[in-house]
T-cell receptor, first 113, second 114 residues
Framework: DGGITQSPKYLFRKEGQNVTLSCEQN?????MYWYRQDPGQGLRLIYY???????QKGDIAEGYSVSREKKESFPLTVTSAQKNPTAFYLC????????????FGSGTRLTVV | AQSVTQLGSHVSVSEGALVLLRCNYS??????LFWYVQYPNQGLQLLLK??????LVKGINGFEAEFKKSETSFHLTKPSAHMSDAAEYFC????????????FGKGNQVVVIP
């Protein structure tokens, strides 16, 4: 079955360390997105990519980095510069989001210890 | 730019009662509208969407929503709440074809009281 896979489900990081969250899709979607979710704040866009080897900053890109070397993959790195990284991270993909909406992964919960 | 307003972060409803979640949007062009549901520690799942045509759209799990252009609204309803409806619900809007991003509301956490 086609879908979008995020791994790991839970991730613990020590302060000062970088960590990379994986997002893989086999839906043949061109566009991919990373969102951060905090209680009561809804979804906030971190980065998005419309095509391979191209990506744009979203509303809260500081302290994060991404790459898009393959159509299927859009990993997110949470760097030590991110002041408050503990959150639930959601990856999504789409072809023509305005008509079909997004397909979401099941999320990664990152906790800084 | 488009925006979405969902009032009331937490909504309590008795089992068997009507579920009503309000969504208002602002958009400079005819919008495409979506409702998503999120269960704890999971991703978002599409409930229903409005693109064109019939303004009353039916989705999964007995939910439906009506697009009212004059009120810039897309409220979500279900006639009879079930315990399994306890989840967070998000409304989203896109400004027509070719715009590949959605704007989300802040969500409604629905609690179903037995």
């Amino acid at each position: 079955d086609g879908g979008i896979t995020q791994s790991p489900k839970y991730l613990f990081r020590k302060e000062g360390q970088n960590v990379t969250l994986s997002c893989e899709q086999n839906l043949n979607h061109d566009a991919m997105y990373w969102y951060r979710q905090d209680p009561g704040q809804g979804l906030r866009l971190i980065y998005y990519s419309q095509i391979v080897n191209d990506f744009q900053k979203g509303d809260i890109a500081e302290g994060y980095s991404v790459s898009r070397e393959k159509k299927e993959s859009f990993p997110l790195t949470v760097t030590s510069a991110q002041k408050n990284p503990t959150a639930f991270y959601l990856c999504a993909s789409s072809n023509d989001a305005s008509y079909y909406g997004y397909t979401f992964g099941s999320g990664t919960r990152l906790t800084v210890v | 730019a488009q925006s979405v307003t969902q009032l009331g972060s937490h909504v309590s409803v008795s089992e068997g009662a009507l579920v009503l979640l309000r969504c208002n949007y602002s958009s400079s062009v005819p919008p495409y509208l979506f409702w998503y549901v999120q269960y704890p520690n999971q991703g978002l799942q599409l409930l229903l969407k409005y693109t064109t045509g019939a303004t009353l759209v039916k989705g999964i799990n007995g939910f439906e929503a009506e697009f009212k252009k004059s009120e810039t609204s897309f409220h979500l309803t279900k006639p009879s709440a079930h315990m399994s409806d306890a989840a967070e619900y998000f409304c989203a809007v896109s400004e027509g074809r070719g715009n590949n991003r959605l704007a989300f509301g802040k969500g409604n956490q629905v609690v179903v009281i037995p």
